[in-house]
Each structure stands twice: as structure tokens, then as C-alpha cells.
């Protein structure tokens, strides 16, 4: 698979990585060893692999590690750091510590290639959170700075104190707001990884009205799959799917080709249990989608898909 630069610090990643948040939480019953998948990614070409502390405290980064163990080094991880148990924030320079040591633990590995800050703390300067990944960084337990949802003035003041190597957010044919960021993220060099670049899969063409999924799946409250939205986004990915035949693409890979034609600084990274799913998304790597079909990508879906992104109480807030 070709490779991508993300940020000015020698971070150098697969196009398309993995996401392993989903085989602890979010969307259901599945293979919650994730060792097939992460393997299937692996052998696809996949090298940097996203997994955070609060996918399972322990339990997302202990099954990310045990199937990563086989080529270790050969892979990038990246964990994130900064939520308590009860989605409050916590991102106090001891604790950050703490959070590192144990996710190097679970991982079974000497070091992290990419830490981020999960949410921003109100409650801590960025200057101390950056401060504290720069000791962590100084010390060899971690390589790269990355933080996530975060707004201008937080990246601006962290990347001053030590080089923020890439912003992760969510970013889709469903989801544009990032894209005012991107003249910062050019000013500073900073990489962007996109998550849930499929939509929550919604994306894919597998979408159920909200009900249809396990209890526990967040999708049956997700504004986006709810009556109203739901038929909309419906429609306009069945347009995506047609355009998609005719390159004999899915409308997944479409999804994340249409991400990587938006700059060169982009590695999203769709998650999925399933081995071939897994396998299908990394080949999007090798679709160079045509001015003419990102012309009709822009006619089906000119700003987004139709919904917000989160329920009010967990939707992000920039700062
Ligand atoms: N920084 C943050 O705050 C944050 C927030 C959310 C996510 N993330 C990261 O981003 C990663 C990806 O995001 P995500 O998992 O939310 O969303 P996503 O990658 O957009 O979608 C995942 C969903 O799509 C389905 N899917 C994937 N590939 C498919 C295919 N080829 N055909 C049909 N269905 C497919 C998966 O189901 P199956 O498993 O059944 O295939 C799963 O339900 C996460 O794993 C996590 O690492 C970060």
C-alpha cells in the first residue's frame, strides 16, 4: 500500500490505517478478540493501528497488542489518553502518566508511536498536557503528539510546546466541519486522521433504521439514522453506490478514496470485525477517484450528510 507523511516529525503511516474501537464497543456483538481483522489489516498493507484507553479500559489495547505481537514492529500504534470512567475529562500531567503506563502494559509493547489527548480538559492548560507528552516523548515511552477534536487555539498553543504531529477528528463524506481547519493544519504541518470515515458504516450500504441494531449500539440514537435523516442519507448513498459500480468499487471504498483525494496530509482509519471488510477497505488505497466522479460526489452530497454527528450531551466541543 502506498504511504503517507502525517505531520513534520517522520511520521510515515499506510494510507489507510484501522480503527479497533469497534471491536470493544460502540456497534454491537462481534469478534471482540479482533484478532482476525487486525491480522486481515496487517496482511492488507495496514501499518498504524488506533486503539484509546477508553475502548474498554484495558481491554480494546490488550487485544490490539496480543494480535499486533506477531509484527510488532513493523506496525505503528496509537492510544489516546484523557476520559474518566464516566465520560468526565482527566488530563492532569499525573495522570496522563499513569493512563501511559498502564496502556504500555496492556499492550505489551516498550512504546507508543502516537499518543493523543482523547478530548480537551477545561480543567488543565494544553501547555501542561503538552508538557507532560513531551516528557513521556524525552523519555522513549512515546514517539508522536496527537490530539483529538480539538479547536484552533488548543492546537495552536499545544504545537508550541511540543510539534503536534496530527489532529484526529471525525471527517466523511457525511461530516465536512474539519475541513475549516485544514489552512491551520497546512500552516503547521500537522496530519489529519479522519475517524468514523465510514459513516458509523452508514456509508457502506448496510444501514438499518435505528431499533434494527443490539441494544448497546449507538447507532439507535445516532441522529443521523433517525426517521427523516435516515431516508436521506438512505437515498444519497445509494446514489454513491451507483457511481461506485462503475469503477467496480463499493461505496465504501468510494467513501475513503473520496478522503484521500481531499490532501495529501489524510490516513483515515474505518474499523470493522470482519476480516474481508477489513481487507476491502485498505484496497481503496489503490482508487484514484476522476475530477468527473468527485463533480458527482460533490452533486449527491455537497456539505455532508444530513443529521448532526453526535447527540447533543456527547457531541465535542472545539476549543
Ligand atoms: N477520536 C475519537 O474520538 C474517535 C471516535 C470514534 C472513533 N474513533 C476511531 O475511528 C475508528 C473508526 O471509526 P468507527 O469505527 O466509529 O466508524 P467507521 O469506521 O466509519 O465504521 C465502522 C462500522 O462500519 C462497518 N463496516 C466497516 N467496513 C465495512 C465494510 N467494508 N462493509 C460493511 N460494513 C463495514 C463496521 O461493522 P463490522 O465491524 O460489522 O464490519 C462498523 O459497524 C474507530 O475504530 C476508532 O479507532 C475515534
Redesign the pocket.
Known amino acids: 500500500m502506498q504511504t503517507r507523511t502525517l505531520g513534520t516529525q517522520g511520521l510515515k503511516t499506510s494510507a489507510i490505517g484501522y480503527?479497533?474501537?469497534?471491536i470493544s464497543m460502540?456497534?454491537g456483538d462481534?469478534d471482540t478478540s479482533g484478532k482476525a481483522a487486525i491480522t486481515a489489516a496487517f496482511d492488507s498493507g495496514v501499518t498504524l493501528f488506533?486503539?484509546a484507553e477508553l475502548y474498554g479500559w484495558g481491554e480494546n489495547e490488550k487485544a490490539l497488542g496480543q494480535a499486533v505481537a506477531p509484527f510488532r514492529d513493523e506496525v505503528l500504534i496509537a492510544t489516546?489518553f484523557g476520559f474518566t470512567r464516566d465520560y468526565g475529562f482527566d488530563s492532569r500531567p499525573e495522570h496522563i502518566r499513569e493512563v501511559v503506563h498502564n496502556s504500555l502494559r496492556f499492550l505489551g509493547t516498550d512504546h507508543i508511536d502516537v499518543l493523543y489527548q482523547?478530548r480537551f480538559d477545561p480543567t488543565v492548560p494544553i501547555e501542561d498536557v503538552a508538557g507532560a507528552v513531551k516528557a513521556l516523548i524525552d523519555a522513549g515511552d512515546v514517539t508522536y503528539f496527537g490530539l483529538?477534536?480539538a479547536g484552533e487555539e488548543t492546537i495552536r498553543r499545544a504545537h508550541a510546546v511540543h510539534p503536534v504531529s496530527v489532529l484526529?477528528t471525525?471527517y466523511?463524506l457525511f461530516e465536512r466541519d474539519i475541513e475549516q481547519l485544514f489552512p491551520l493544519l497546512t500552516e503547521l504541518g500537522i496530519g489529519l486522521v479522519p475517524?468514523?470515515?465510514?459513516?458509523?458504516?452508514f456509508l457502506?450500504g448496510?444501514a438499518r433504521p435505528a431499533g434494527q441494531y443490539d441494544a448497546d449500539d449507538m447507532r439507535n440514537t445516532d441522529p443521523r439514522w433517525q426517521p427523516g435523516n435516515f431516508e436521506k442519507n438512505l437515498a444519497a448513498t445509494e446514489h454513491l453506490q451507483a457511481l461506485a459500480a462503475t469503477i467496480d468499487a463499493?461505496v465504501?471504498q468510494l467513501a475513503l478514496a473520496w478522503l484521500l483525494a481531499q490532501g495529501e496530509h489524510i490516513v483515515p482509519?474505518?474499523?470493522?470485525?470482519?476480516p474481508l471488510?477489513v481487507a476491502?477497505?485498505a484496497a481503496a488505497a489503490a482508487l484514484t477517484l476522476t475530477d468527473s466522479q468527485l463533480e458527482r460526489i460533490a452533486d449527491i452530497l455537497p456539505t455532508g450528510g444530513y443529521g448532526a454527528r453526535y447527540t447533543p450531551e456527547n457531541m465535542p466541543t472545539w476549543q
Open positions: 480503527g479497533a474501537m469497534g460502540a456497534y462481534g488506533d486503539t489516546k482523547h483529538s477534536e484526529q471525525e466523511s475517524y468514523s470515515p465510514l459513516g458509523r458504516g457502506t448496510t463499493t465504501g482509519i474505518p474499523g470493522s470485525r470482519d471488510r476491502e477497505n
